[in-house]
């Protein structure tokens, strides 16, 4: 008994003690523990001698995806039970990593003859730990956070049965239902059934039914899903739907970002899905950039993740035949692609994020830093070298705020859906028209003969290739990337070696630059190619875009 109130004491000190139990553990009724609710664990001692000795658990309750309490099977046992489920890192098997691991306690309450009372006191213990868990995880979000999901919550979950190797639906199975039902989120698991049918779904769905819509595929998925979000007439509000990804295409880049900006070391298959299970159950939402995409005769497309000319979204496109070795079909890809490695002509012009529009003065080319051409052919200053790539928690969320005279005159140039009423979606400010000449604050790149040329607004280009190191989910920057020709196929190689430890930036390749920047252009010279959007193919022409900063909502870290 002083042992315990020394813990209490001790605990008390440190974290405060909300409350004391003592119960016996539902696998082993013959195990008595003492069971301490502090404001940031839960502290499990067996005080059964127990052959192993007096062993201790603190679980640490930011790890704590829900809890239940219930009463048993047999009607005659007046016990009441308590589960509390937990997902903490543990370091991996025969590796240097951490991943996240299941961790269930489930004690029984016996303490009255009375079975409601029992109950009554369950429920206590759960309302606490989840109270105290949502308490704990809303202090290790990041500072975009702009909401936490409430419990219980409505979820749509939309899965794409032929993304990956076509193991969404076993996934969805085998880890993610328990999951969301441990966690207490009520789902509504939809199977798509065609291309573009979650996006018509979600164009005609009462979006006051759900918390959430969340995807379960690749990025294409997701894809479908902002720009259904993005057609509908009430789409200021529809874009504000809290967003969620679970890995089960082979491209999973918007989940891999996920991971990696909840401070995950990298992780692919289920130790993936597990991390954004965790993230999704513990349901903290933060700002989403989304870019606004212009091409000649499609309708406006709006975009989470990427757009890709060249190289990249060549391997993308070939990479396809390969879908059945899952997330490694790009690295396949890209090894057929250097063997034909090619030059891409083109035009690329770009807004740089200016000088004090953020923590990070970088307003240049990081890497190749000869002379850059303004468009009406004057040379522009030589910036000089920018500081370490770092990530940008500063939100930048004035390209959607600014200048509404601006605004107006640009609506008119974007592409409808419809002839009648204005187009959804917010209006460009920064792109004239498509066939108009650029503002002379724009950059134009020295060159016109590419290898690639790569906009990111994620962390990951693909489960293993953390391409824009420096990119948060909402630091209003499209991070550009182009890599020049006369590149040797070794180097290109060792580029992107280097980029699944996102060191490329740092491998000083002076074939490789890097700019942040608000908005682009891409003119390709050549009559025929392949653009890819968020890894989609479409339309193949000239193209520009634009960051609208933090206007969707994700689930995230
Ligand atoms: P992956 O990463 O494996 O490519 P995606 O989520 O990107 O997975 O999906 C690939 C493509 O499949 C996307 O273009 C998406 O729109 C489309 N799609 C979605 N649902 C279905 C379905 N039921 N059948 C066929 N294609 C679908
Ligand atoms: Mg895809």
Redesign the pocket.
Known sequence: MDERRRDLERFSSTSWVTLYGEFTLTGNRKVRCSVILTERDLVVQRLSAAPVGRSKTALSLKDCVGCRAYRGQEPADPAAYLSVYFYPLRRRWMSSGVSRQRVEQSFRLAALQDPRSNLDEAEKWARAVRERAARQQRLHGDGALVSQLSRPCQMMLLV?????KGQALSLYNNHVQKMLNEAGIVHTLVI???????REMVREADLSQWDALVIM?????LF?VINGLLERSDWEDAIRTPLGILPG???NALAASIHHYSGGSAASGEELLLSCGFLLCRGLVSRMDVVSVQLPSSPRLFSFLSLAWGFVADVDVESEKY?RVGAARFTVGTLVRLASLRVYKGRLAYLPVAAGDDDDDDDGPRRGRESTRRPNGQAAPVPSPPPADSPCRHSLHNSCHSNNSLRARRAASTPSRSAAGPPAGPPDSLLPPLDRPLPPDWVVAPEEDFVLVLAMYQSHLAEDLLAAPGAASDDGAIHLFYVRAGISRAALLRLFLAMEKGAHLAAGCQHLVHSRVRALRLEPHSAKGVITVD??VVEYGAVQAEVHGGLSRLISG
């Open positions: 794409n049965p032929q993304s990956g798509t059934e065609h291309q573009n049918h979650a595929s690749g990025d294409g998925l479908e295409g082979s491209g879908r890894g989609e």
